[in-house]
């Protein structure tokens, strides 16, 4: 339903990225600060005119400027949701629900039915008189989704939906989100940095960095193979590059190979990655007695409490991230500086071609 070929330069930001969402699908798009998300986004909407590439949603041209054709956004069949919502300040909620049916040409009387459905919908019918000033975030929210979706879009962007939320809310909030987008039958793009988003609400994921595609695929794909460091570091995983030979993995920085060789538990060859789970990390404060092939001197950098788990940061030959109790902290006696062993079986290490 969607192609797009979003090409332009902004300052440093120089975007390239193609996307396809069918009708019906969420495609989620995940990536740093500063990656072009919301650029991204900001071209699909009509805010940025592209210099290159082209978009096309269920067969009209949007944007092209070798043709040139370019619809402006107040003429596009697309429903945006702002991180900050953007609802206006002197109208009501049923109001606001209503802007986007009577920007469509929607008679007054016909725009206001419209709206009171979509407010009852996402369970704002007693506040359909109220001001967002008196709004609590996950109402505003729901106000924008239907300001959004009452102007009857193709195409839905939301922009980090989710962000502005606090914890508490944030999971009731994208549960009632979830059940709005599977009865959507547009096309949806989520912008987000938020992994439980992509979890939640989305079909397939673009990871982009730099205005680049890095990862594409079903989340279950890059889940279990990511490629890049960004996307190791949001599923909290350790990864590894180098090159492979047998059952060995060489560790290279930028391509330049360094001493570390990792062994692994199947055959390697060529450009390699390597997947270590934390849990898959033992830590140790003398040298182990183990079977582990891969011992490492390492450092304590830091610490993070994830539930009822400990993940511990290490400097060393390889940087590492370890999972373990707070039980084991204690028991260790481990402390930020300290220096200490880590291990890790060969069994243990996902390999795949880089």
């Known amino acids: ?56 949603l269920a067969g009209t041209v949007l944007d092209d400027p070798t043709t040139p054709t370019f619809v402006p956004p107040a003429d596009r069949p697309v429903g945006v949701v702002f991180q900050d919502y953007l609802l206006f300040p002197h109208l009501s909620v049923l109001d606001n629900v209503a802007f986007g049916p009577r920007c469509r040409g929607v008679p007054k009387t016909t725009a206001e039915i419209t709206a009171r459905r979509w407010v009852d ?27 959004a979706l009452a102007a009857d879009p193709q195409l839905l962007l939301l922009d980090e939906p989710l962000a502005a939320l606090d914890a508490g809310t944030r999971s009731t909030v994208r549960r009632d989100l979830k059940r709005h987008l599977d009865q ?20 397939r994921v673009v990871v982009l960095e ?20 960004y996307v190791a570091e949001l599923l909290g995983v350790n990864l590894l590059r180098g090159h492979g030979s047998d059952h060995t993995v060489v560790v290279s920085d930028d391509g330049v190979r360094s001493d570390v060789t990792v062994a692994v538990g199947g055959p390697v060859d060529g450009d390699t990655l390597a997947l270590i789970r934390p849990n898959a990390v033992s830590l140790h404060r003398s040298p182990p007695d183990t ?25 060393g030959p390889v940087d590492l991230v370890a999972e373990i109790t707070p039980e084991s902290v204690s028991r260790l006696g481990l402390i930020e500086g300290a220096e200490v062993w880590a291990s890790v079986k060969a069994t243990e290490i996902a390999t795949y071609s880089a």
């Open 1 to 56: 339903m969607l192609a797009a070929d979003i090409g332009l330069t902004i300052g440093s930001l120089d975007l390239s990225v193609e996307l396809e969402v069918d009708r019906g699908e969420v495609l989620a798009l995940l990536g740093p600060n500063g990656a072009g998300k919301t650029t991204a986004l900001r071209a699909l909407a009509g805010l940025e005119q592209l210099d290159r590439g082209s978009i096309v």
């Open 210 to 229: 730099a205005g680049r595609v890095t990862q594409a695929g079903t989340l279950a794909d890059v889940t279990t193979r990511p490629r890049t460091p």
């Open 291 to 315: 079977s582990a092939r891969n011992q490492w001197r390492c450092t304590i950098d830091g610490f993070d409490l994830l539930g009822d788990r400990v993940r511990v940061r290490l400097t």
């Open 184 to 203: 959507f039958d547009g096309a949806t793009v989520l912008i987000t940095h938020d992994p439980l988003d992509a979890l939640a609400l989305a079909d």
């Open 121 to 147: 919908s996402v369970g704002l019918g007693s506040l359909a008189g109220s001001r967002p000033a008196e709004l609590s975030g996950g109402q505003a929210q729901r106000a924008a989704l239907a300001r």
